[in-house]
């Protein structure tokens, strides 16, 4: 009788070879990860076709309502999350889900078949709970004072001497020894935040892989490319040690990205240059010059992460590192000195041209600044919130900010920026101050460290340190007791909302509409042209005003915004059919229960209703049927629309704008609003026209 694995797609016509084959490691093994998988497909539901406006992390804390999640993936357009059991799982796949009235497009996970090299067990990136939001927040509860919160939260967040050592450390030492069968004299070494003693608890690894002998950019014995293959070929033949293998060759620093399986910790190798290590070792040594440098970067790199202000597109950690460095070097402060100043007293060693060594036995001046680290933060927000990125540069090198004006021409640049002088002759070799901001790199001199940052994440992040000094001031009153945990668990926005929406409705053949029949007859309207058109901007608020109050269903305030700065409530009859004010603003809130499912909805058929009056009956019905839906959980939508009279030609123009909603949701609404906006009032006084209707007849 023929006996069959199932399990390894195996023939075996043998029954003694067959029970020997499932008491093997191979069976064995393939059994193991086969039961994970189906552990891990049963607990698992993959979310695809996500919308746009609603971010991946949304998604995840929408999800956690269903059940504890124990892993999840993010990816461009879809999100895969693993719950601790399979219950959340069976219930989401046999029911609908609704987030922010969309309904999820929600299948159960399928392994294909390369999973098994990139997801075995126990190998996948675990989200280390040790800076989950929630153990933050614990540890604010259950410390009652700053010093004691701060002690907490850095113990609980760090990585440890004695971990680093025995996590990080001991990977560099496995290269050295995997890989001198290639390159006999290799070296590995650290750099980053582990090499800084700024590495959180589930930090990648940085390394730069020095293989004793120069790298070609063409036609050497090693070229990058020859490097890259020799390093996958080691790294292919060993794939239960080295997975999720990806070399990024033409980089500007290439690397290969590696998940090392036996310490769980995601690398990054590169090898063209060590420009890392040296500036890993500054900023490291800038951190045992004052005893409140640490904590504060420990602080602002979290607050970094937690705001999304730091990472790909933004600022990096590096860069933020070097923000604080430029805080902490100006005059008012002077707890760290210029840079350059520790290049001064050694012998330099140049590498690409560069000095990137520094005495660490410089001799500095005393500190006689001996603010909290409460304070030094609220300082650090304050001259940020407020500092001028678009005009000046960030200079770490010699703590000050040079206007960017400045570095247009070498020769106007102070005499000890010499060696920047001879290596930027070359225009392709200077400074890339073009960008919205610049921060110099204090060994890279010509290299800005922001340069892909747009002006929008500037904005954004100048916006966040407005608020964090605000959270810092307000918890002086108790001692800075809530301080940590109001600065890093506060919601803040991830974009700068500075989407609009134009709307402009002309008066064209509509300007005598609404008129009163004896209107050319009247002698009390002394200046005709000038009330026709009056009565026009009257018709049109009027109109707008009940798309947003009657169509919409939002609370509408009407505001004078002739002047920005002191809008006044006013009264609409009077102020708006007379030429006190040329612009109103009205502030709409509520939510979207009247904009969603408009199109199931048939309005009257009425010839004689006009279309305001058939929108608003869609609208009545909208909510109704909106109101039943047990999974419709309303939108909050708060925005203003500024109104503004132009004579020439007459015309109205709707601004739309939103500081409350992010972008992706204000854009959904406002351009369906705007649209609104024009097509109704349009259809409006064209009803009005042909029927010969005044205002009070709609």
């Not at 036996?262 to 090898?271: G, L, Q």
């Not at 604080?324 to 330099?348: A, D």
């Not at 002309?506 to 509409?513: A, K, Q």
Request: include cysteine.
């Amino acid at each position: 009788m023929e006996n069959y694995c199932e399990v390894c797609s195996l023939k075996l016509r043998d029954n003694h070879e067959f029970q020997i084959h499932l008491t093997g490691q191979k069976h064995l093994k393939k059994y193991q990860f086969k039961e994970f998988q189906r552990r891990i497909t049963e607990n698992s539901i993959f979310v695809s076709s996500i919308p746009k406006y609603i971010s991946k992390d949304a998604v995840i804390n929408y999800f956690l309502q269903y059940g504890q999640i124990s892993k999840h993936k993010i990816g461009k357009n879809y999100v895969i999350i693993e719950f601790e059991n399979r219950e959340p799982a069976e219930y989401l796949l046999k029911n609908p889900v609704w987030l922010n009235n969309i309904k999820l497009n929600i299948q159960k996970r399928i392994f294909y078949n390369n999973d098994s090299k990139r997801i075995p067990d126990n190998h996948l990136a675990e989200t280390t709970k040790a800076t989950d939001l929630d153990c933050i927040k614990s540890v604010f509860k259950n410390e009652t004072t700053f010093e004691s919160q701060l002690e907490t939260f850095l113990n609980t967040v760090l990585l440890s001497d004695t971990e680093v050592e025995a996590r990080y450390e001991s990977i560099c030492k496995f290269l050295d020894k995997t890989f001198a069968c290639v390159f006999p004299n290799c070296r590995s070494y650290r750099f980053g935040s582990t090499q800084m003693g700024l590495g959180f608890k589930e930090c990648d690894l940085d390394i730069y892989m020095d293989i004793g002998v120069p790298i070609y950019e063409l036609n050497g014995a090693f070229t990058m490319r020859k490097v890259f293959k020799e390093v996958k070929h080691v790294m292919y033949k060993m794939n239960n040690i080295f997975i999720n293998i990806i070399p990024i060759l033409k980089a500007k620093t290439p690397i290969i990205k590696c998940y090392y399986v036996p310490n769980k910790v995601s690398c990054d190798i590169s090898f063209k240059n060590a420009f890392g290590i040296y500036k890993s070792n500054l900023i490291k040594h800038c951190l045992s010059l004052d005893t409140r440098i640490k904590p504060l970067m420990v602080i602002i790199k979290f607050w970094g992460r937690q705001s999304k202000m730091s990472g790909s597109g933004k600022i990096s950690n590096y860069g933020l590192l070097l923000l604080i460095i430029f805080y902490l070097q100006q005059p008012e402060i002077r707890i760290l000195p210029p840079l350059m100043e520790f290049q001064k007293t050694c012998e330099p060693i140049i590498i690409d041209g560069w000095q990137v060594n520094f005495d660490e036995n410089t001799v500095l001046p005393p500190i006689t600044n001996y603010s909290t680290i409460p304070q030094l933060l609220t300082g650090f927000f304050e001259f940020y919130a407020n500092f001028s990125f678009k005009k000046n540069i960030i200079c770490p090198w010699d703590g000050i900010a040079h206007t960017k004006e400045l570095f247009t021409k070498t020769s106007n640049l102070p005499d000890y920026m010499t060696r920047y002088k001879e290596i930027a002759v070359q225009e392709e070799s200077r400074l890339s101050v073009g960008s919205f901001a610049c921060i110099q790199d204090p060994i890279e001199l010509n290299h800005n460290n922001i340069a892909s940052v747009y002006s929008k994440k500037i904005m954004l992040f100048q916006k966040n340190c407005k608020i964090s000094e605000e959270i810092c001031t307000s918890s002086q009153e108790d001692n800075y007791k809530n301080l940590l945990e109001n600065l890093l668990t506060y919601d803040y926005k991830e974009e700068v909302n500075n989407l609009v929406v134009v709307v402009t409705i002309p008066s064209g053949l509509y300007v005598d509409v609404g008129l009163p029949d004896n209107f050319q007859d009247r002698e009390d309207i002394v200046h005709k042209e000038i009330y026709k058109k009056d009565n026009w901007y009257f018709i049109v608020f009027n109109i707008v005003k009940d798309i947003f109050e009657k169509m919409c269903k939002l609370q509408v305030t009407v505001l004078s915004a002739d002047n920005e700065t002191k809008q006044q409530k006013i009264e609409v009859l009077s102020d708006v059919h007379t030429r006190k004010a040329q612009q109103l603003l009205l502030h709409c809130t509520g939510n979207d229960s009247a904009l969603l499912n408009r199109k199931s909805c048939t309005g009257s058929s009425d010839l004689r209703r006009s279309p305001l009056n058939k929108e608003i009956s869609i609208s009545d019905i909208a909510v109704e049927r909106n109101s039943k839906r047990q999974e419709y959980k309303p939108l909050k939508l708060d925005f203003t629309c500024i109104f503004e009279k132009i004579d020439d030609p007459v015309q109205v123009k709707l601004v739309l704008k939103s500081d409350k909603m992010k972008n992706n949701i204000f854009k959904n609404y406002g351009n369906f609003i705007g649209s609104k906006l024009r097509k109704v009032t349009m259809n409006t006084l064209l009803h009005m026209k042909r029927c010969k209707l005044t205002l009070n007849d709609l």
